[in-house]
């Protein structure tokens, strides 16, 4: 049984008065302990996606399955509980958090908020979550700007997983990243789903990062799906036109062909 | 500390400071230096300043010592303005977050009724409320309050409108937070500034408010207050001018200590945001 079973999730938009899709009856479904890659142009409706499935914005027609139940039904109390089980990890690590948080009460307050810990084991837990994404426990007490990018970015995963969800969505999460940081954050990622069998919603549009991480791929045009199956089936031989652009302008892969 | 010197570099600034100093350490020396009631009768009436050093500002129509009256008086002033601008910074903040976070009929409506507060001359408001309620320390701060809140709701409602877009506010949903925390606990703080920026000028305005309202009658009549004292001094004002004129002048200086303060404060905030 799927995890997330999205199915023609609409999106509409005004964009000069006239209303135009900016996600068009996208359907898709991401199974436990999976990797989905949405690749596709900017503009082509990836974070609106990420925004629809997170229930950040509510959709104009489509559903939603999220862990077997209609994620779209639920609404106050019960939907903040659920959203234990969903996360996120966004681009920007800084704009992503409180400019006054410290690491500590950005890691506090999802053990509090689902009752996952008591106020006493809390900082004990914060100490785990750190060391678990391969940071200092010391780092608890320091301002959230007072970190590197780096750093912010495994604390932001560090807050995702805390809650102890069945998926992440990452949208661009390593993008911001220099390229030795990257390799290293997305090794974290793969440790994680190996051992905890974290699903992942992974938007990017580096179809060679994608290659290494997603299982499927889902390439969007335009608020649609151009074309979608196995990633590096996909990226090694895409049918679609906007699916062969992308590989075309992905320069370590055509470095790669033989 | 950087900021504090940034702060004292400018002449304006330090005069403000120091004005603003004196007049805390007139409100907080009163009862020390003037113990007793500044309503008693000190000597005999209308005595002109500078002459017996018991009485150095003289005394007014019923023999009060003029000096006494207005060192209470730098304490009511103080505490009416500073309490009725919290008040006012408090509810124009909650408000405002309200309103800009809420969004939709909340907002629609929090909105209406901050115009509706706003199109009332706020004088008015405040002459209006005391003489419906009667005139006492608390009415008076809470009728001061009551005309003073909107300018700070607007400014906090424009700053969180664009605070609530920014991902963190976004990743406190995520994480199931509950709207009210994101609102005052994530989104409030972070709008505070601009909305404190006003304080100054509501602080004085708060003052300059408690001032017509005691000069009409309507303070509190337990206490000294520089408005009550030029009333009490116009009846007499050909004879003995300076009944009106020193509490005037303290008033004056208030604001102007006040003012000046506050923009020495913005300026140097300004300098060190450019800067950085
Ligand atoms: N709130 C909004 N109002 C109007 N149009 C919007 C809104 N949000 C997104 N859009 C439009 O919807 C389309 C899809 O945007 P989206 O952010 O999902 O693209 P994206 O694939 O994430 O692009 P990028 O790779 O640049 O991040 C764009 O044309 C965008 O302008
Ligand atoms: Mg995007």
Same mark, same amino acid.
């Given at each position: 049984?799927?995890?997330?079973?999205?199915?023609?999730?609409?999106?509409?938009?005004?964009?000069?008065?006239?209303?135009?899709?900016?996600?068009?009856?996208?359907s898709?479904?991401?199974?436990?302990?999976?990797?989905?890659?949405?690749?596709?142009?900017?503009?082509?409706?990836?974070?609106?996606?990420?925004?629809?499935?997170?229930?950040?914005?509510?959709?104009?027609?489509?559903r939603?399955?999220?862990?077997?139940?209609?994620?779209?039904?639920?609404?106050?109390?019960?939907?903040?509980?659920?959203?234990?089980?969903?996360?996120?990890?966004?681009?920007?690590?800084?704009?992503?958090?409180?400019?006054?948080?410290?690491?500590?009460?950005?890691?506090?307050?999802?053990?509090?908020?689902?009752?996952?810990?008591? =106020?006493?084991?809390?900082? /004990?837990? #914060? %100490?785990?979550?750190?060391?678990?994404?391969? @940071? !200092?426990?010391?780092?608890? +007490?320091?301002?959230?700007?007072?970190?590197?990018?780096?750093?912010?970015? =495994?604390?932001?995963?560090? /807050?995702a #997983? %805390?809650?102890?969800?069945?998926?992440?969505? @990452? !949208?661009?999460?390593?993008? +911001?990243?220099?390229?030795?940081?990257?390799?290293?954050?997305?090794?974290?990622l793969?440790?994680?789903? /190996?051992?905890?069998?974290?699903?992942?919603?992974?938007i990017?549009? !580096?179809?060679?990062?994608?290659?290494?991480?997603?299982?499927?791929?889902?390439?969007?045009?335009?608020?649609?799906?151009?074309?979608?199956?196995?990633?590096?089936?996909v990226?090694a031989?895409?049918?679609?036109?906007?699916?062969?652009?992308?590989?075309?302008?992905?320069?370590?892969?055509?470095?790669?062909?033989? | 500390?950087?900021?504090?010197?940034?702060?004292?570099?400018?002449?304006?600034?330090?005069?403000?400071a120091?004005?603003?100093?004196?007049l805390?350490?007139?409100?907080?020396?009163?009862?020390?230096?003037?113990?007793?009631?500044?309503?008693?009768?000190?000597?005999?009436?209308l005595?002109?300043?500078?002459?017996?050093?018991?009485?150095?500002?003289?005394?007014?129509?019923?023999?009060?010592?003029?000096?006494?009256?207005?060192?209470?008086?730098?304490?009511?002033?103080?505490?009416?303005?500073?309490?009725?601008?919290?008040?006012?910074?408090?509810?124009?903040?909650?408000?405002?977050?309200?309103?800009?976070?809420?969004?939709?009929?909340?907002?629609?409506?929090?909105?209406?009724?901050?115009?509706?507060?706003?199109?009332?001359?706020?004088?008015?408001?405040?002459?209006?409320?005391?003489?419906?309620?009667?005139?006492?320390?608390?009415?008076?701060?809470?009728?001061?309050?009551?005309?003073?809140?909107?300018?700070?709701?607007r400014?906090?409602?424009?700053?969180?409108?664009?605070?609530?877009?920014?991902?963190?506010?976004?990743?406190?949903?995520?994480?199931?937070?509950?709207?009210?925390?994101?609102?005052?606990?994530?989104?409030?703080?972070?709008?505070?500034?601009?909305?404190?920026?006003?304080?100054?000028?509501?602080?004085?305005?708060?003052?300059?408010?408690?001032?017509?309202?005691?000069?009409?009658?309507?303070?509190?009549?337990?206490?000294?207050?520089?408005?009550?004292?030029?009333?009490?001094?116009?009846?007499?004002?050909?004879?003995?001018?300076?009944?009106?004129?020193?509490?005037?002048?303290?008033?004056?200086?208030?604001?102007?200590?006040?003012?000046?303060?506050?923009?020495?404060?913005?300026?140097?905030?300004?300098?060190?945001?450019?800067?950085?």
């Amino acid at each position: 049984m799927s995890l997330l079973a999205v199915s023609n999730l609409t999106k509409r938009y005004h964009r000069g008065g006239k209303p135009f899709a900016a996600v068009d009856e996208v359907s898709f479904e991401v199974g436990p302990g999976e990797t989905l890659a949405l690749a596709g142009p900017s503009g082509s409706g990836k974070s609106t996606i990420a925004r629809l499935v997170l229930r950040l914005i509510e959709p104009d027609a489509g559903r939603i399955g999220f862990e077997g139940a209609d994620f779209l039904a639920l609404s106050g109390a019960a939907l903040r509980a659920r959203r234990a089980r969903l996360q996120m990890v966004f681009q920007d690590p800084l704009a992503a958090f409180n400019p006054r948080a410290t690491v500590a009460r950005v890691l506090d307050d999802p053990l509090r908020i689902h009752n996952i810990a008591s =106020r006493a084991e809390r900082p /004990r837990r #914060i %100490a785990a979550l750190l060391e678990r994404v391969g @940071l !200092d426990a010391g780092l608890a +007490a320091r301002a959230i700007h007072e970190i590197s990018g780096g750093q912010r970015q =495994r604390v932001a995963i560090a /807050r995702a #997983i %805390a809650t102890r969800p069945s998926l992440i969505v @990452l !949208d661009e999460a390593v993008s +911001a990243l220099d390229v030795s940081v990257r390799g290293q954050i997305l090794e974290l990622l793969l440790d994680l789903q /190996r051992r905890e069998r974290i699903a992942y919603l992974f938007i990017s549009h !580096d179809l060679g990062v994608i290659r290494a991480v997603a299982h499927r791929v889902v390439i969007l045009d335009a608020g649609r799906i151009a074309e979608s199956g196995d990633a590096r089936a996909v990226i090694a031989n895409p049918q679609s036109p906007v699916g062969k652009a992308l590989v075309e302008a992905a320069p370590r892969l055509t470095r790669n062909r033989p | 500390m950087n900021r504090l010197r940034r702060f004292f570099r400018t002449p304006e600034a330090i005069a403000g400071a120091l004005i603003l100093a004196l007049l805390a350490a007139m409100a907080l020396a009163a009862p020390l230096l003037f113990p007793g009631d500044p309503q008693a009768i000190a000597g005999p009436a209308l005595q002109p300043p500078f002459q017996d050093w018991s009485v150095p500002l003289g005394t007014d129509r019923l023999g009060r010592n003029v000096l006494a009256e207005l060192f209470h008086g730098a304490r009511t002033s103080l505490a009416v303005g500073l309490a009725a601008a919290a008040a006012a910074l408090l509810i124009g903040a909650v408000v405002g977050t309200l309103a800009g976070f809420a969004g939709g009929l909340i907002d629609e409506a929090l909105m209406r009724v901050t115009d509706a507060f706003q199109t009332v001359p706020s004088f008015l408001l405040a002459l209006a409320f005391v003489s419906i309620v009667g005139p006492s320390l608390g009415v008076v701060v809470a009728a001061i309050a009551l005309s003073a809140w909107t300018g700070p709701a607007r400014v906090a409602r424009a700053e969180v409108l664009s605070i609530r877009e920014r991902d963190y506010v976004a990743g406190a949903r995520v994480i199931g937070m509950h709207p009210l925390e994101i609102a005052f606990r994530e989104v409030l703080p972070n709008a505070l500034p601009p909305v404190l920026a006003l304080s100054s000028v509501i602080v004085a305005a708060a003052i300059l408010t408690e001032a017509a309202l005691s000069f009409l009658g309507l303070g509190d009549p337990n206490r000294v207050t520089w408005g009550g004292m030029i009333a009490e001094g116009r009846t007499v004002l050909r004879t003995a001018p300076f009944l009106s004129v020193v509490p005037g002048v303290a008033l004056v200086l208030t604001v102007l200590g006040i003012y000046l303060t506050g923009e020495g404060v913005v300026e140097s905030t300004a300098v060190s945001r450019s800067l950085s």
